[in-house]
Each structure stands twice: as C-alpha cells, then as structure tokens.
C-alpha cells in the first residue's frame, strides 16, 4: 500500500518543503500532487479540449480556485 505524499508551498513565492511552515507571514497551502499517471497531476481543460489553466489540478484545488475561480460550470472541467 503506498502512502500519499503532500508537499507544502507558498502561494506568494512558490516555496514548496515537505513539512508544514510560515512564509511570509502565513501558513503553506498543503497539497497532494497525486501518483505517477495521475489526472490531478495534469493541467485542467474545458470540454471542447481547450487550455483552462498551465497550473497542475491539484495546485488549483489547493488555492480553492476549481470552481470558484472559472465562470464556466464544474461538469465542464476535466484532467486532460
């Protein structure tokens, strides 16, 4: 059985450490960048296969930006 793996990062910097810290004043964002293959790990298009977004998924569901960021309904995000 394989353990997940998180990583911590910086939203304002990008620091990433593998154990939860303050940068500049705040807390790290934790995030679970997924296994080897893994969708979340793969940047996020809409259903016509268009780009949404260069960022990986799993960084986008860290900041709390899937959906709320997108004018665009959740059904119509998927990993490409």
């Not at 293959?37 to 569901?61: H, M």
Request: hydrophobic letters at 30%; proline letters at 9%.
């Amino acid at each position: 059985m394989s353990k997940k793996i998180f990583l911590y990062i910086c939203p304002e910097c990008f620091q990433v450490c593998d154990t939860m810290q303050e940068c500049h004043s705040h807390q790290m964002i934790e995030c679970y960048t997924g296994e080897k293959g893994d969708e979340i790990r793969k940047p996020l298009t809409d259903s016509y296969g268009n780009l949404v977004s260069r960022a990986p998924r799993w960084y986008l569901e860290a900041r709390g930006w899937i959906p709320a960021w997108s004018p665009m309904p959740p059904e119509y995000y998927r990993a490409h």
